[in-house]
């Protein structure tokens, strides 16, 4: 016993400016959340932190899709993989929401789950918190197993804690706000793309394909990034060594991501194949790719209640000619020059070589 008192000693001795980094990342981020939607009693907590929307005053219709689930996760309606009938909806009969694809059942079941004791509203508050101090924790960890120093490691975690784009998606789209496990893909598309490349088998591929799982698990659009700049790593990988087997361990990847993506849409597809496709359950035509893309001009582009008249005034120019207002893309004044900056040194580099 002394032996392993004095093992945890010095493992907590070794780790201490860690230890320290990380409960003064959470406590800051708490608090400037807590600051930010000004949850301070009890009673702030058992409410939304807004139901309009950002633009004209409009309702925030996926802040009610998203409580509409919480709720019925709470009743015992939503499981993962399980057929999803809502009784209390769609009177004189029930609502049937097995035709709507969604692959974030498990965060949304774990919401209806904590809803069962704090309530509704206090469950999405808590939720949206999580998201900023799962993000903090998830960047910290990575560049610190990158080595880097414990300063920088906390001030860019707590950027991407506190990032205005998880911000700008509260309250009414918390499964996008999740965005915790975008920093662990940094370390695969590293992985992947660099020259000692990934064996199959080994402690990096296993965790690859976890972290791959996980993302299959949550929000598409991050899914699809990480697939997207995976297979362009092995690509490129490739390209330089002429191995074939660079591209396996991606491939995997890949795998892991949509085997995930397939476990939790089975239920809607078994549905569909039993009772047939429901054309208008989800119409998303190509189209709207274009529209809803990113461009590089929402990273420059500043909100609309930014703090200096000259960006706000800009902003109100760009919201009157495009035809969707942007999410919360904006880098910021601090990022744009760490943009420019990265873009110098690349370009630096390109020419020296």
């Known amino acids: 016993m002394p032996e392993m008192a004095s093992s945890t000693y010095t493992y907590l001795l070794k780790f201490r400016g860690d230890l320290a980094a990380v409960v003064a990342l959470c406590a800051v981020i708490v608090v400037s959340w807590s600051n930010a939607n000004g949850m301070w009693n009890r009673n702030a907590w058992q409410l939304p932190s ?29 499981v993962p993989l399980q057929s999803k009938i809502v009784p209390e909806l769609g009177a004189p009969y029930e609502a049937n929401w097995n035709d709507w694809p969604i692959t974030e059942e498990l965060p949304i079941f774990s919401m209806g789950l904590l809803a069962r004791d704090v309530g509704i509203f206090a469950a999405l508050n808590i939720a949206l918190l999580s998201c900023h101090l799962l993000a903090g924790l998830s960047f910290y960890f990575v560049a610190r197993y990158r080595k880097i120093d414990v300063f920088w490691s906390f001030t860019g975690a707590l950027a991407f804690g506190l990032a205005s784009y998880i911000f700008s998606e509260s309250p009414d789209h918390v499964l996008v706000a999740l965005c915790w496990h975008v920093p662990l893909f940094v370390l ?14 080994s402690k990096r591929f296993w965790f690859g394909i976890g972290v791959a799982f996980i993302a299959g698990l949550q929000m598409p659009y991050y899914a699809g990034i990480f697939c997207q700049l995976v297979l362009l790593g092995a690509l490129i990988s490739w390209i330089r060594t002429r191995n074939v087997t660079r591209i396996l361990s991606p491939l995997c990847f890949v795998g892991a991501t949509a085997l995930a993506f397939a476990l939790m849409n089975i239920d809607t597809w078994i549905y569909q194949i039993r009772f047939g496709m429901n054309s208008q359950a989800l119409v998303r035509p190509y189209q709207w790719l274009e529209i809803y893309g990113l461009k590089l001009v929402d990273l420059v582009t500043p909100p609309l209640n930014h703090h200096w008249q000259l960006f706000r005034n800009f902003a109100e120019w760009r919201a009157r000619t495009q035809i969707l207002h942007d999410e919360g893309s904006y880098f910021g004044i601090v990022g744009i020059a760490a943009l420019l900056l990265l873009i110098g040194v690349a370009l630096r580099a390109l020419i020296k070589s």
Request: glycine share 12%.
């Open 50 to 78: 807004t139901y309009l929307g950002p633009y004209r005053g409009a309702p925030k219709s996926d802040l009610l899709l998203h409580l509409a689930f919480i709720r019925a996760a709470q009743a015992g309606h939503f």
């Open 188 to 201: 695969l598309w590293d992985w992947v793309s660099s020259e000692e490349g990934l064996t199959l088998g």
